[in-house]
């Protein structure tokens, strides 16, 4: 158990630039203390004293602000920064070297039993105010940002942000939101741009056919009204009639 002890204190000190000494870690840090607590709780919880075991962890939680139930299992140098607000459902399992800011919610969906908390892999990182929700799975040394929402599994060393949570950076290569693979983590907001990019795309192509129309019978490459003959291509010039190309068959843009 001393061993235990010193690598939480150094976890905090390797972290944490406000840590200035082993006394400040020891007297001045809740999470560090729900981390303790949760290790008493746990052994209850393991050898059958259920109820002793939730009421020791409710007292941690009014000392603390930090709600860790007993049935939930903790890796190694575990550092919870801050920690007012974290809560870490029964069945969440958190693998060693990672770490949590306020305000954490490690949270189960719907009424079933059994494995329904998430479990963090070794070295993930989760933002302030962040929640991540049901049984999946973040990979190790994955960073969700802070106020996102996670529902879906995320691979190891990836960077998720968003509501709900989306992946912008995996194995250290940024992804262009434009060309997210939406259909994997459905985002309303990504399908937005796409069908932005899309409208543009074709806008583009049809002007650049005008102007090349137009130089080939010498017109101006920006023909006022007026200055061309038939309807249509006034209407062209202007910006309206023909001008906008209809949206393909299917699809559809709201905004």
């Avoid at 399908?191 to 005008?210: G, H, K, T, Y």
Wanted: charged fraction near 25%; include cysteine; charge should be negative.
């Amino acid at each position: 158990m001393p061993q235990r002890l010193r690598e939480d204190i150094r976890a905090v000190k390797e972290r944490d630039p406000a840590a200035v000494s082993t006394w400040s870690v020891l007297l001045n840090y809740p999470g560090l203390h729900a981390v303790w607590w949760h290790r008493v709780t746990s052994w209850l919880w393991r050898h059958g004293r259920l109820g002793l075991a939730r009421w020791l962890s409710q007292q941690a939680r009014f000392l603390t602000g930090v709600e860790i139930h007993p049935g939930a299992r903790i890796g190694r140098r575990f550092f919870i920064d801050h920690g007012m607000g974290v809560v870490i459902g029964e069945t969440s399992v958190i693998g060693d070297d990672v770490t949590i800011y306020q305000g954490v919610t490690l949270g189960g969906t719907g009424k079933a039993r059994g494995k329904r908390h998430p479990t963090l892999e070794d070295c993930v990182v989760v933002g302030v105010g962040a929640a991540v929700l049901g049984d999946i799975t973040i990979g190790a040394g994955s960073r969700v940002g802070g106020g996102a929402v996670v529902v879906n599994d995320v691979p190891p060393n990836c960077t998720v942000v968003g509501i709900p949570g989306r992946v912008v950076v995996r194995e250290g290569e940024r992804i262009d939101a434009i060309d997210l693979h939406h259909e994997d983590l459905p985002d309303p907001v990504v399908e937005m741009f796409r069908c932005v990019q899309r409208r543009i795309d074709r806008l583009e192509a049809r002007l650049a056919r005008d102007e090349a129309e137009g130089a080939e019978r010498g017109e101006p490459a920006f023909p006022v009204r007026g200055a061309v003959s038939s309807a249509g291509e006034v209407g062209a010039a202007a910006g309206g009639g023909d001008a906008t190309p209809p949206a393909t068959e299917g699809e559809t843009c709201t905004f």
